[in-house]
């Protein structure tokens, strides 16, 4: 994932999180595994789009313009979405 403004980074997945029409709220995908509470396992990856067993990490959350990213690699499976879905909903209260 590039920084926030595009400048210096090398292309990395991302899960967006929210659209904010001219930006996106996302999170890195990586395949560094590690079991930090806010990461989730991805089980779908391969359906997904990603090259390996890959992990959302909710703790890497950044705004970034959505002319930076550059293709959709695929979808959430509906089990990996409701495993991101309630580990949001369950850790990010106000």
Known sequence: M???DGADGKLRPVLVL???EADAVVCRITS???TGV???ILSGWT???LLKPSVAR???IVTMEKTLLVK???KLSSADLEAV???WNSLMKL
């Open 38 to 40: 806010l990461d989730v």
């Open 32 to 34: 560094v595994l590690r």
């Open 2 to 4: 590039p920084s926030t």
């Open 58 to 60: 909710l703790d890497r």
């Open 47 to 49: 359906e997904e789009g």
């Open 18 to 20: 929210f659209d904010l």
């Open 72 to 74: 959709k690699l695929g």
């Open 85 to 87: 879905r309630m580990r």
